[in-house]
């Protein structure tokens, strides 16, 4: 198994694809420009990739599980065509009102993909375009970066804790990325 240089958590929905509210169905997936060059680019740094992802939209009954997942294998398959690799997705499927332990800024979703993968959330990245993404990042002891795509450019006001760095799109989080880890690897 090829040794990694850490670990990059990224949001889905306004971090990786425009985020259309309750995205059901696969044909309405749309790659935010630079998305795919970004996650490329982590992926040459032997970066382990993971999606997490709130889809409340399953807990409202506003669609299925099994909806959620076959948007989840068109994502991984648009970016596998421009060779852009992500090593796992999880979701929480939990409506907000439920109490769970998964609902991002909680890390359940982030000791489930540790069960799977190597994964020193030390010695990762969380970038997504919400409070909660910061937020989850500062619950596992990462690094948080807000992008402004989605919803970041809205949610930078009435953020409770400062992110590590606010990029504009993932490519420019990607950018910083590989620069903090030319400054201090992990």
């Not at 889905?12 to 985020?19: K, L, P, Y």
């Amino acid at each position: 198994m090829k040794k990694t240089a850490g670990t990059v958590f990224l949001d889905r929905d306004g971090t990786i694809n425009e985020d259309v509210g309750y995205l059901s169905d696969p044909d309405g997936l749309v790659l935010i420009e630079g998305a795919t060059k970004a996650i490329r680019l982590l992926n040459e740094r032997a970066l382990k990739i993971i999606v997490l992802s709130n889809q409340s939209g399953v807990g409202r009954g506003y669609y299925t599980d099994a909806q959620v997942d076959d948007v989840n294998r068109r994502l991984m398959e648009l970016l596998g065509k421009e060779g852009a690799k992500i090593d796992g997705v999880y979701y929480c499927n939990h409506h907000p009102d439920i109490d769970c332990q998964c609902r991002k800024p909680l890390p359940g979703l982030v000791e489930l993909a540790a069960l799977e993968h190597e994964i020193d959330s030390k010695k990762a990245y969380m970038v997504g375009d919400k409070a909660s993404d910061v937020g989850l990042a500062r619950n596992i002891g990462a690094k948080g970066i807000l992008v402004l795509t989605g919803k970041g450019a809205s949610e930078i006001e009435g953020m409770e804790e400062a992110p590590d760095f606010i990029a504009k799109d993932l490519l420019d989080a990607a950018a910083w990325i590989i620069a903090d880890l030319e400054r201090s690897p992990l």
